[in-house]
C-alpha cells in the first residue's frame, strides 16, 4: 500500500522517531496506533482488575485535582524505566 504524506507530516513523523527513539516510521505509526486504541479504551476490558481499578483509582485522583505534569511523570518514568 502506497501512503502519500504531506510534507509538514513527514516532519512530524521525523521529529517523533527522534524524541522516541523509534527507528521506522512503520514503527512510529504502530505505536501510535496502538496508543489511539488504548485512549479510546478498547483494551480496557481486556485489562486484569487490579489494572483496571489502579485506573479508575488514577481518574479519580486527577478528578480531585490531584495530578502531576506529564513531562515530570514522563521522566520519572524514563528514569525508573529505561535505563
Excluded at 19 to 24: A, I, L, N
Excluded at 66 to 76: A, C, G, L, N, T
Amino acid at each position: 500500500m502506497a501512503i502519500v504524506l504531506s510534507a509538514e507530516t513527514q516532519k512530524l513523523i521525523e521529529e517523533r522517531m527522534k524524541e522516541t527513539g523509534v527507528e521506522t516510521a512503520d514503527e512510529l505509526v504502530r505505536v501510535a496506533l496502538q496508543t489511539l486504541r488504548q485512549v479510546r479504551g478498547e483494551d480496557f476490558e481486556d485489562l486484569d482488575s487490579e489494572t483496571r481499578a489502579a485506573i479508575e483509582e488514577g481518574l479519580a485522583q486527577a478528578d480531585r485535582g490531584e495530578w502531576r505534569p506529564w513531562e515530570e511523570v514522563r521522566e520519572e518514568l524514563r528514569s525508573r524505566f529505561i535505563k
